[in-house]
């Protein structure tokens, strides 16, 4: 069955660094497109980039434009989130998801059928 895990969360200072990880299973990444999304506490999900299956093109939420990156590796099946100058508001629960259907650049969760447990990241001093 499909499965994702995330992987790579943790405590880190506020200006540092984290690489999430997702690892796949269960289907042929290369047909899906793959979100990563973050849910704090008290907030709704939100979407904080994605990536396409066909073209490789990325949509990026401006609140993390410039300091995240998305990047995906089918012959691994892993999705990536690079995550740099963290900010305290980056604090919360990251998810990876995927979909076959979902239109590309398209980061509504609703949209997305697949998903995995989540990663906590925590940006504090």
């Known amino acids: 069955q499909v499965q994702l895990e995330e992987s790579g969360g943790g405590l880190v200072q506020p200006g540092g660094s984290l690489r999430l990880s997702c690892a796949t299973s269960?289907?042929?990444?290369?047909?899906?497109?793959i979100g990563w999304f973050r849910q704090a506490p008290g907030k709704e999900r939100e979407g904080v980039s994605c990536?396409?299956?066909?073209?490789?093109?990325?949509y990026v939420a401006d609140s993390v434009k410039g300091r995240f990156t998305i990047s995906r590796d089918n012959a691994k099946r892993m999705v990536y989130l690079q995550m740099n100058s963290l900010k305290p508001e980056d604090t919360a629960v990251y998810y990876c998801?995927?979909?076959?259907?979902?239109?590309?650049?398209?980061?509504?969760?609703?949209?997305?059928?697949?998903w995995g447990q989540g990663t906590q990241v925590t940006v504090s001093s």
């Open positions: 990536i396409s299956s066909i073209d490789g093109s990325i």
């Open positions: 269960g289907f042929t990444l290369d047909y899906y497109n």
């Open positions: 998801a995927a979909d076959r259907s979902v239109a590309a650049g398209i980061l509504h969760p609703d949209l997305y059928g697949y």
